[in-house]
């Protein structure tokens, strides 16, 4: 079946040091991969998506590009906010379902400033 | 409505009292998905409506579990017989579209259920 590995956290950064945190998944066929971002209070909020292999999804300075040959989709950004705090959650879509996600464990950043 | 709305944010339920959870999704979206998230994990799916009729059921843990949607908007789980393995952060989601297909799925704050 389908399943998605990340990072273990909690990460904790200053303010503008880069961010990388590792996602790697288990698909057949070809998946859709996602970036969710949970801010404290909040809802699970669509951070940015790709459909395809070589795909690169961003969004408000996040980055993640799909890699089919090392079936990942690893997410970063250059420069983190105080205002980046948050869990963050891989997932994918596929594998014979257009509408189940399957999600990582979550990877709690904290940004210090 | 401006998003998905869920109610109430948090339940506390002796165990072995039934609980009803709503979802109240966006407007017109046709599709609607309940998860269950614990402690340190991430969501995971536990059924899915497409308009009033539930195509998916297979994540529901248990025959206690039991989810509604009858006129296509509003949807209600209901967990008969509460057990303390039920505690967890039940979230809704819907989307405008048939699956997630070309759209995106919107997610509800959550139903904080603890069982005691």
């Known amino acids: 079946g389908n399943s998605v590995t990340q990072m273990e956290g909690p990460v904790t950064l200053s303010e503008e040091a880069f961010l990388t945190i590792n996602c790697t998944y288990t698909a057949t066929g070809y998946p859709s991969l996602f970036w969710y971002v949970q801010y404290p209070g909040e809802g699970l909020q669509l951070l940015l998506k790709a459909t395809k292999a070589d795909d690169k999804g961003s969004n408000k300075g996040f980055e993640a590009t799909y890699r089919k040959e090392t079936t990942s989709f690893h997410l970063e950004k250059g420069s983190v906010q105080v205002s980046d705090s948050a869990v963050y959650f891989c997932?994918?879509?596929?594998?014979?379902?257009?509408?189940?996600?399957?999600f990582g464990k979550g990877t709690l950043l904290t940004v210090n400033p | 409505g401006a998003g998905v709305s869920q109610s109430p944010r948090y339940k506390v339920a002796k165990r072995g009292q039934d609980v009803a959870l709503r979802c109240d999704p966006i407007s017109g979206h046709v599709s609607l998905f309940w998860y269950q998230q614990a402690l340190g994990q991430g969501p995971e799916f536990l059924t899915y409506?497409?308009?009033?009729?539930?195509l998916d059921k297979s994540g529901l843990p248990s025959d206690r579990f039991f989810a509604e949607r009858p006129e296509g908007s509003v949807s209600t789980l209901k967990i008969q017989r509460t057990q303390q393995e039920d505690s967890a952060v039940y979230l809704c989601?819907?989307?405008w579209g048939r699956g997630l297909r070309n759209t995106e799925a919107f997610f509800g704050q959550g139903t904080r259920l603890t069982v005691v």
């Open positions: 409506f497409q308009n009033e009729a539930q």
């Open positions: 989601a819907s989307s």
């Open positions: 997932a994918l879509n596929g594998g014979g379902s257009n509408y189940k996600l399957t």
